[in-house]
């Protein structure tokens, strides 16, 4: 099923009930919100609610006492939606509960344990398990569950979950449906995230074994989350702030690339989909995506803070928004990525080393990084052949000599240098630094990868492989070859 539009319903709501008591034997007193599935009911929740045509996503709002709503919704025709929730707090006492329905007389729920491994078991009455997205399947009503979490703010794009303050979710049969109830603890430092996507149809075949091996790479919970304004990922140790149960909003969407590159289910689609709208709010005003922490050894070689653009993520992102379209034709999805193709196009202006030695044309190494105050930085061969590769789809889906002639050049800057980036264990170096010099330490076959995506691009557009990039392929295979490692691109 190819998603084409999202449409402009609002998830059919009920809100404002009344603080309920004795529902739950540990709480005093509980708030109840329901979402409730419009296929089933007719009232529609219609105050403070703000319909968004252009960025085609439907928001809601509620201010009480004891807490705020936001909630985003984008639905796909009558049959399939995707909507996150945030839930702010104003009390430090209670809990609060949110209720929806799944329509069907029976069913099963999925999810994949500890071990990656896939576990069926029938729906009854109880709580669900903790550590895994739960995929609930009846005979009329597919459904994708989050799970539920409290954060805390830290700033700069990033945010701290509260583990120790997490309880399951819990489902119990109500005559022909089931009623799921999310809990979260109060406190008014932290808010909670809601999550879900639902659809008439199935959302993923899990009798399809090469769906289940995918899906099982697939992690929303201990590595990544979902919330209200995009894609979350771990916090690296280098970045301020940081933590343990912290993460941040990283521009380049992993889980999001994977959902458009790969495909296989109405899930990829309906997802990709959404956060992709919902994460067209975070480019700037220049283009691109910040990187909004500060990375501390960036900071300390370089004097970037944070806020800064990083050419990897941001062609990684621009390479997903691009596919996106190509495969779901939504508007907003190109003028996304015309936008950041532009500022790569000037930071390439800005900020490159001219190569040209001796009988060979001229070439660029575009420098990874900028920022106001920053000094000259160091060029990633892995960083450098994404943007190539960003570069040449580009070309190939706007027939825009400008982004064939930034691919070429930078192009050529990697093979004025080839002899620069061969070590001498066959590994390739990593950078190109400031000095003149190489350094640091190249992953074990990313580059390799980006290496071949390219070359696939140069025989769609010119027929033919690039001899100094197969060179390079060469020594890093035999390298990859003696180490052992065997996950790349074959």
């Known amino acids: 099923m190819k998603i084409m539009k ?20 540990f709480m005093k007193r509980i708030t ?54 945030r839930i702010d707090y104003k009390c430090n006492k ?16 999925q999810w994949f344990d500890s071990k990656k491994q896939l576990i069926t078991s029938e729906l009854t009455a109880g709580n669900l398990p903790m550590n895994s997205n739960l995929y609930i399947q009846t005979e009329e ?12 703010d830290m700033g700069k794009g990033t945010r701290t979950s509260i583990e120790k303050d ?32 639902g659809s008439k149809d199935q959302l993923i075949d899990f009798s399809n074994e090469s769906l289940v091996k995918i899906w099982a790479g697939y992690d929303l919970c201990n590595n990544a989350r979902f919330c209200e304004d995009g894609y979350y990922y771990k916090s690296p140790s280098v970045y301020s702030p940081t933590g343990p149960d912290a993460f941040w909003r990283i521009p380049s969407m992993y889980l999001i690339n994977a959902f458009v590159k790969t495909g296989g289910s109405l899930a990829s689609e309906v997802i990709s989909n959404a956060m992709l709208v919902i994460a067209s709010d975070n480019l700037n005003e220049q283009g691109f995506f910040p990187t909004l922490p500060q990375n501390d050894w960036l900071k300390k070689d370089y004097d970037i803070s944070s806020g800064y653009f990083d050419t990897r993520f941001n062609a990684d992102t621009g390479e997903t928004y691009l596919l996106a379209y190509r495969e779901f034709n939504n508007p ?63 070309y190939e889906t706007e027939q825009d000599n400008q982004y064939l002639y930034i691919a070429n050049l930078m192009l050529q800057g990697i093979k004025n240098t ?60 035999k390298w990859m070859d003696e180490n052992g490692i065997t996950n790349y691109k074959k």
């Open 6 to 25: 999202t449409s402009n319903k609002l998830l059919n709501t009920e809100l404002n009930e009344k603080e309920k008591k004795g529902k739950i034997p």
């Open 32 to 85: 109840v919100i329901f979402i409730v599935v419009s296929i089933l009911f007719n009232s529609v929740f219609a105050e403070e609610k703000v319909a968004n045509t252009e960025s085609q996503m439907q928001t809601f709002t509620q201010n009480r006492d004891d807490f705020s709503v936001n909630q985003k919704n984008i639905i796909y025709g009558d049959d399939s939606y995707f909507f996150v929730r």
């Open 94 to 109: 209670d809990y609060y509960v949110t209720s929806f329905y799944i329509p069907g007389e029976s069913g099963s729920i």
């Open 141 to 152: 009503y597919s459904f994708l569950l989050g799970q539920a979490y409290n954060y805390k």
């Open 166 to 197: 997490r309880a399951p979710l819990n489902i119990k049969k109500e005559g022909d449906k089931w009623l799921i109830t999310y809990t979260y603890k109060q406190n008014e430092a932290h808010h909670g995230i809601l999550w879900g996507a």
């Open 332 to 394: 907003i999805f190109r003028e996304i990525y015309i936008k950041m193709a532009d500022y790569y196009i000037y930071h390439a202006l800005s900020n490159h080393y001219t190569i040209r030695s001796p009988g060979l044309k001229k070439g660029w190494l575009v420098q990874d990084f900028a920022h106001p105050q920053a000094i000259d930085n160091h060029v990633a061969l892995n960083h450098q052949l994404q943007a190539i590769h960003w570069f040449y789809l580009l």
């Open 418 to 477: 080839k002899e620069l980036w061969v070590m001498s264990n066959n590994n390739l170096e990593y950078a190109y630094m400031p000095n003149g010099t190489m350094g640091l330490v190249d992953y074990p076959y990313l580059t390799y990868n980006d290496l071949f995506n390219v070359q696939l691009d140069l025989q769609r557009i010119k027929g033919e492989r690039d001899v100094d990039l197969d060179y390079l392929m060469a020594h890093k295979k």
